[in-house]
Nanobody, 128 residues
Framework: QVQLAESGGGLVQAGTSLKLSCAVS????????AGWFRQVAGKEREFVGA????????QYADSVKGRFIISRDNAKNTVYLQMNSLKPEDSAVYYC?????????????????????WGQGTQVTVSS
């Protein structure tokens, strides 16, 4: 059974950085995609970015492009979200998700419904 566990959230000031981790168990990084989403109460879950676990290709939402970086450590089965130049509007619960469907060999899914496995989420609050 695949399980994901996020960590690293917290309260930070605008302009600073924060790094989230997502530990994946039950599956290796030989295939699939790991994605990061965020959600504010009352709003839909928003795609932040994702990484192909085998090839390392990444894709980002326009709102975070140039500020956020997704990486993975295959030896640790962990995916990271490095968030730089944080803004108050980045405040949300951040979720890690994984999709191991066949299409992940050729494309990165950006819709939350395409991901089968989810972590419990970690709160990120950016103060102005």
């Amino acid at each position: 059974q695949v399980q994901l566990a996020e960590s690293g959230g917290g309260l930070v000031q605008a302009g600073t950085s924060l790094k989230l981790s997502c530990a994946v168990s039950g599956r290796t990084f030989s295939s699939g995609v790991a994605g990061w989403f965020r959600q504010v109460a009352g709003k839909e879950r928003e795609f932040v970015g994702a990484i192909m676990l085998s090839r390392g290709n990444t894709q980002y939402a326009d709102s975070v492009k140039g500020r956020f970086i997704i990486s993975r450590d295959n030896a640790k089965n962990t995916v990271y979200l490095q968030m730089n130049s944080l803004k108050p509007e980045d405040s949300a619960v951040y979720y890690c998700a994984a999709d191991y469907g066949g299409l992940t060999r050729i494309r990165i899914p950006t819709m939350s419904r395409e991901y089968d496995y989810w972590g419990q989420g970690t709160q990120v609050t950016v103060s102005s």
